[in-house]
T-cell receptor, first 113, second 110 residues
Framework: DGGITQSPKYLFRKEGQNVTLSCEQNLNHDAMYWYRQDPGQGLRLIYYSQIVNDFQKGDIAEGYSVSREKKESFPLTVTSAQKNPTAFYLC????????????FGQGTRLTVV | GENVEQHPSTLSVQEGDSAVIKCTYSDSASNYFPWYKQELGKGPQLIIDIRSNVGEKKDQRIAVTLNKTAKHFSLHITETQPEDSAVYFCAATGANNLFFGTGTRLTVIP
Protein backbone atom coordinates (compact mmCIF):
# COMPACT_ATOMS: atom_id res chain seq x y z
CA ASP A 1 0.00 0.00 0.00
CA GLY A 2 1.25 3.46 -0.86
CA GLY A 3 1.29 5.96 1.90
CA ILE A 4 3.13 8.08 4.37
CA THR A 5 4.41 6.62 7.62
CA GLN A 6 5.38 8.45 10.77
CA SER A 7 7.11 6.90 13.72
CA PRO A 8 6.89 6.62 16.60
CA LYS A 9 3.23 7.34 17.36
CA TYR A 10 4.03 8.53 20.89
CA LEU A 11 7.33 9.98 22.07
CA PHE A 12 8.44 11.22 25.45
CA ARG A 13 11.46 13.44 25.84
CA LYS A 14 13.25 14.90 28.79
CA GLU A 15 13.90 18.59 28.80
CA GLY A 16 17.21 19.48 27.20
CA GLN A 17 17.27 16.49 24.87
CA ASN A 18 17.05 16.46 21.11
CA VAL A 19 14.64 14.02 19.49
CA THR A 20 14.10 12.96 15.88
CA LEU A 21 10.72 12.15 14.36
CA SER A 22 10.68 9.87 11.35
CA CYS A 23 8.64 10.38 8.15
CA GLU A 24 8.78 8.06 5.17
CA GLN A 25 6.66 8.06 2.01
CA ASN A 26 6.43 5.60 -0.88
CA LEU A 27 4.16 7.75 -3.05
CA ASN A 28 7.06 9.06 -5.16
CA HIS A 29 6.12 12.59 -4.15
CA ASP A 30 8.61 15.40 -4.60
CA ALA A 31 7.32 17.68 -1.85
CA MET A 32 7.25 16.92 1.87
CA TYR A 33 6.13 18.99 4.83
CA TRP A 34 6.18 19.09 8.62
CA TYR A 35 3.31 20.66 10.51
CA ARG A 36 2.72 21.23 14.19
CA GLN A 37 -0.79 20.99 15.64
CA ASP A 38 -1.76 22.39 19.02
CA PRO A 39 -5.20 22.04 20.65
CA GLY A 40 -7.75 24.41 19.18
CA GLN A 41 -5.38 25.62 16.49
CA GLY A 42 -4.88 24.93 12.85
CA LEU A 43 -1.82 23.28 11.43
CA ARG A 44 1.28 25.45 11.30
CA LEU A 45 4.12 24.82 8.87
CA ILE A 46 7.54 24.07 10.37
CA TYR A 47 9.60 23.12 7.31
CA TYR A 48 8.98 22.01 3.77
CA SER A 49 11.04 20.46 1.00
CA GLN A 50 10.26 20.62 -2.69
CA ILE A 51 13.15 18.43 -3.78
CA VAL A 52 15.94 16.27 -2.41
CA ASN A 53 18.74 18.17 -0.66
CA ASP A 54 16.67 21.34 -0.45
CA PHE A 55 14.31 22.58 2.24
CA GLN A 56 12.81 25.86 3.39
CA LYS A 57 11.70 27.25 6.73
CA GLY A 58 8.02 27.59 7.42
CA ASP A 59 6.31 29.89 9.88
CA ILE A 60 7.60 28.29 13.08
CA ALA A 61 11.02 26.80 12.23
CA GLU A 62 12.87 28.03 15.32
CA GLY A 63 14.09 25.14 17.43
CA TYR A 64 13.61 22.57 14.67
CA SER A 65 15.86 21.12 11.98
CA VAL A 66 15.30 18.80 9.01
CA SER A 67 17.19 16.94 6.31
CA ARG A 68 16.15 15.60 2.92
CA GLU A 69 18.87 13.21 1.78
CA LYS A 70 16.44 10.84 0.09
CA LYS A 71 13.21 11.49 -1.76
CA GLU A 72 11.35 9.09 0.52
CA SER A 73 12.49 10.46 3.85
CA PHE A 74 12.12 13.78 5.66
CA PRO A 75 13.06 13.46 9.36
CA LEU A 76 12.39 16.27 11.81
CA THR A 77 14.64 16.97 14.79
CA VAL A 78 13.16 18.83 17.72
CA THR A 79 16.09 20.44 19.46
CA SER A 80 16.48 21.62 23.03
CA ALA A 81 16.15 25.18 21.69
CA GLN A 82 12.44 24.61 21.04
CA LYS A 83 10.82 26.22 24.06
CA ASN A 84 7.46 24.48 23.94
CA PRO A 85 7.88 21.21 22.03
CA THR A 86 4.90 19.29 23.43
CA ALA A 87 2.52 18.96 20.47
CA PHE A 88 1.12 16.71 17.76
CA TYR A 89 3.44 16.63 14.73
CA LEU A 90 2.18 15.81 11.26
CA CYS A 91 4.20 14.97 8.19
CA UNK A 92 2.71 15.30 4.72
CA UNK A 93 3.72 14.86 1.11
CA UNK A 94 2.34 16.03 -2.22
CA UNK A 95 3.18 15.42 -5.88
CA UNK A 96 4.62 18.88 -6.30
CA UNK A 97 3.75 22.15 -4.57
CA UNK A 98 1.20 23.23 -1.99
CA UNK A 99 -1.52 23.48 -4.63
CA UNK A 100 -1.68 19.69 -5.00
CA UNK A 101 -3.33 17.25 -2.61
CA UNK A 102 -1.35 16.70 0.56
CA UNK A 103 -1.32 13.22 2.07
CA PHE A 104 -0.77 13.15 5.81
CA GLY A 105 0.77 10.59 8.10
CA GLN A 106 -0.88 9.45 11.32
CA GLY A 107 1.12 11.88 13.40
CA THR A 108 3.55 11.72 16.32
CA ARG A 109 2.50 13.01 19.72
CA LEU A 110 5.57 14.40 21.48
CA THR A 111 5.47 15.04 25.20
CA VAL A 112 8.27 16.68 27.13
CA VAL A 113 8.56 15.36 30.67
CA GLY B 1 0.88 36.76 4.73
CA GLU B 2 -2.28 34.74 4.25
CA ASN B 3 -4.82 34.68 7.09
CA VAL B 4 -7.54 32.05 7.10
CA GLU B 5 -10.48 32.34 9.49
CA GLN B 6 -12.92 29.51 10.04
CA HIS B 7 -16.37 29.47 11.67
CA PRO B 8 -17.96 28.02 13.66
CA SER B 9 -15.46 26.31 15.95
CA THR B 10 -18.06 23.72 17.00
CA LEU B 11 -21.20 22.56 15.24
CA SER B 12 -23.81 20.03 16.31
CA VAL B 13 -26.50 18.79 13.93
CA GLN B 14 -29.12 16.08 13.97
CA GLU B 15 -28.48 13.12 11.72
CA GLY B 16 -29.92 13.82 8.28
CA ASP B 17 -29.62 17.60 8.59
CA SER B 18 -27.14 19.73 6.67
CA ALA B 19 -23.94 21.27 8.02
CA VAL B 20 -22.20 24.38 6.71
CA ILE B 21 -18.71 25.56 7.62
CA LYS B 22 -17.39 28.90 6.41
CA CYS B 23 -13.89 30.25 5.84
CA THR B 24 -12.47 33.57 4.76
CA TYR B 25 -8.99 34.30 3.43
CA SER B 26 -6.97 37.45 2.95
CA ASP B 27 -4.57 36.84 0.05
CA SER B 28 -6.23 37.58 -3.29
CA ALA B 29 -3.49 35.52 -5.01
CA SER B 30 -4.61 32.30 -3.30
CA ASN B 31 -5.71 29.79 -5.92
CA TYR B 32 -6.24 26.46 -4.17
CA PHE B 33 -8.69 25.76 -1.35
CA PRO B 34 -8.76 22.25 0.11
CA TRP B 35 -10.90 20.89 2.92
CA TYR B 36 -9.58 18.24 5.28
CA LYS B 37 -11.32 15.92 7.71
CA GLN B 38 -9.43 14.79 10.80
CA GLU B 39 -10.60 11.96 13.01
CA LEU B 40 -9.35 11.56 16.55
CA GLY B 41 -5.69 10.62 16.74
CA LYS B 42 -5.25 10.56 12.98
CA GLY B 43 -3.81 12.77 10.30
CA PRO B 44 -6.10 14.98 8.19
CA GLN B 45 -7.52 13.55 4.99
CA LEU B 46 -8.57 15.55 1.95
CA ILE B 47 -12.31 15.38 1.33
CA ILE B 48 -12.76 17.98 -1.40
CA ASP B 49 -10.88 20.88 -2.94
CA ILE B 50 -11.59 23.75 -5.29
CA ARG B 51 -9.46 25.98 -7.46
CA SER B 52 -9.93 29.68 -8.05
CA ASN B 53 -11.25 29.25 -11.59
CA VAL B 54 -14.29 27.33 -10.31
CA GLY B 55 -17.20 28.61 -8.24
CA GLU B 56 -18.64 25.34 -6.98
CA LYS B 57 -17.71 21.68 -6.79
CA LYS B 58 -19.75 18.74 -5.58
CA ASP B 59 -18.92 15.18 -4.63
CA GLN B 60 -21.92 13.15 -3.48
CA ARG B 61 -23.03 14.65 -0.13
CA ILE B 62 -20.21 17.17 0.02
CA ALA B 63 -19.96 20.47 -1.84
CA VAL B 64 -17.69 23.48 -1.70
CA THR B 65 -18.45 26.98 -2.93
CA LEU B 66 -15.97 29.76 -3.57
CA ASN B 67 -16.60 33.49 -3.81
CA LYS B 68 -13.35 35.07 -4.98
CA THR B 69 -14.67 38.60 -4.83
CA ALA B 70 -15.66 38.27 -1.19
CA LYS B 71 -12.70 35.96 -0.42
CA HIS B 72 -14.72 33.29 1.27
CA PHE B 73 -15.43 29.63 0.68
CA SER B 74 -17.76 27.19 2.36
CA LEU B 75 -18.16 23.47 2.93
CA HIS B 76 -21.64 21.99 2.73
CA ILE B 77 -22.45 18.50 3.96
CA THR B 78 -25.96 17.23 3.28
CA GLU B 79 -27.78 14.28 4.85
CA THR B 80 -25.25 14.11 7.65
CA GLN B 81 -24.38 10.76 9.19
CA PRO B 82 -22.72 9.88 12.52
CA GLU B 83 -19.51 8.97 10.68
CA ASP B 84 -19.27 12.59 9.51
CA SER B 85 -18.41 13.53 13.11
CA ALA B 86 -14.82 14.83 13.05
CA VAL B 87 -12.80 18.03 12.94
CA TYR B 88 -12.84 19.80 9.59
CA PHE B 89 -10.13 22.21 8.42
CA CYS B 90 -10.21 24.61 5.53
CA ALA B 91 -6.99 25.84 3.94
CA ALA B 92 -5.78 28.31 1.35
CA THR B 93 -2.48 28.61 -0.50
CA GLY B 94 -0.17 31.57 -0.12
CA ALA B 95 3.57 32.14 -0.56
CA ASN B 96 4.59 28.48 -0.96
CA ASN B 97 2.59 27.57 2.08
CA LEU B 98 -0.80 26.11 2.86
CA PHE B 99 -2.51 28.13 5.58
CA PHE B 100 -5.08 26.31 7.68
CA GLY B 101 -8.11 27.53 9.55
CA THR B 102 -8.45 26.68 13.24
CA GLY B 103 -10.89 23.85 12.62
CA THR B 104 -14.57 23.04 13.20
CA ARG B 105 -15.57 20.16 15.43
CA LEU B 106 -18.69 18.67 13.85
CA THR B 107 -20.87 16.39 15.92
CA VAL B 108 -23.73 14.52 14.24
CA ILE B 109 -26.32 13.42 16.79
CA PRO B 110 -28.03 10.12 15.92
Amino acid sequence: DGGITQSPKYLFRKEGQNVTLSCEQNLNHDAMYWYRQDPGQGLRLIYYSQIVNDFQKGDIAEGYSVSREKKESFPLTVTSAQKNPTAFYLCASSISGVDTEAFFGQGTRLTVV
Amino acid sequence: GENVEQHPSTLSVQEGDSAVIKCTYSDSASNYFPWYKQELGKGPQLIIDIRSNVGEKKDQRIAVTLNKTAKHFSLHITETQPEDSAVYFCAATGANNLFFGTGTRLTVIP
